[in-house]
């Protein structure tokens, strides 16, 4: 049992450093990703004005055009700040939903190795130090613009032999599996927004016709890449949508709408900086996975040598 106990401990600080590294890691990657979106989006809209709808642009003063251009930089510079930021809104996010405050003693009869008091997920999101994305060698598959198509998130949601009995995690492993989740989540919800903000920008100053209304803005930044015309430049889709004529026989027409969405494969594939980053990710992914395994393994033995001398103490001969 002993020696069980001390495995468990040594699988509990092997958890706490892979959490560490994970929070460094994404502080580096985020911090590029930021920048990478609101370059894309910028440029997404300026294919927009200059190849989708040049008419409208044209149309605009040079005052309108400048107040345009100044929405959009206002816009790139808000995500670089809000991207980074998801690191310590999904610490928040996780201590208020998982209620930790060190104390597991709810644990399951199988863990009672250690109090989690290492599992800090509050500790230095910004360090940096001793990490370089450079020195990682892992392979250049892009990741998918949706969480919920992503081998990532897949992994991240494959329950664990403990975990399919209950919502809530209860130990060290659970809550950096959920930790993950809440922040590849958090960041393509960002990406999303980022897009439709993009396209009310757009739609206000008439550069996407007026007669599209707000509603089909954001849907369009929030269909499935599958469900749309994807169109020849990155991070814009165009739209066929039913719209009615301005005549008196007010028939329908069919009307193509091209808008911003901005999709996390895309915006990776155009900057290299950023693919070191997600195969560092791909790889501590990996590391936990295994951590995974070999920590239910050792808590079903423990489970097993408990329930045996549980059985010897209990048992008489008549």
Request: hydrophobic content about 30%; charged content about 30%.
């Amino acid at each position: 049992m002993n020696r069980i106990d001390q495995e468990l401990a040594a699988l509990e600080e092997a958890i706490t450093r892979l959490t560490k590294e994970f929070q460094t890691t994404y502080s580096n990657y985020l911090t590029f990703l930021g920048q990478c979106v609101g370059q894309q989006l910028i440029m997404a809209a300026y294919r927009i004005c200059t190849q989708g709808y040049p008419e409208s642009f044209i149309n605009l003063s040079v005052n309108s055009r400048q107040q345009l251009q100044q929405s959009l930089r206002k816009l790139a510079q808000e995500t670089q700040q809000q991207l980074p930021s998801l690191l310590e809104q999904s610490q928040e996010s996780r201590s208020a939903t998982t209620g930790d405050s060190g104390d597991d003693s709810g644990d399951d009869s199988g863990d009672d190795s250690g109090d989690d008091s290492g599992d800090d997920f509050g500790d230095d999101f910004g360090d940096d130090s001793g990490d370089d994305f450079g020195d990682d060698s892992g392979d250049d598959s892009e990741m998918p613009s949706s969480t919920e198509d992503s081998p990532f998130f897949n992994a991240l949601t494959e329950p664990s032999p403990a975990a399919e009995l209950r919502s809530k995690p209860r130990n060290s492993i659970e809550k950096l599996e959920q930790w993950l989740k809440h922040l590849e989540s958090g960041i393509n919800k960002t990406i999303q927004d980022v897009s439709v903000e993009t396209n009310r920008v757009l739609h206000k100053f008439s550069i996407i016709p007026d007669k599209f209304p707000q509603e089909i803005l954001e849907a369009a930044a929030k269909v499935e890449a599958s469900a749309v015309e994807t169109a020849e430049s990155p991070n814009i889709i165009k739209i066929m949508m039913e719209t009615k004529g301005d005549g008196e026989t007010d028939e329908s027409t069919l009307t193509r709408i091209i808008a911003v969405k901005l999709r996390l494969s895309e915006i990776e594939f155009a900057d290299p900086n950023l693919t070191p980053g997600r195969n560092k990710i791909r790889d501590l992914l990996g590391k936990m996975s295994q951590l995974k395994r070999e920590y239910y393994k050792k808590q079903r033995q423990k489970a097993i040598a408990q329930a045996e001398a549980a059985w010897r103490a209990s048992w008489f001969d008549d």
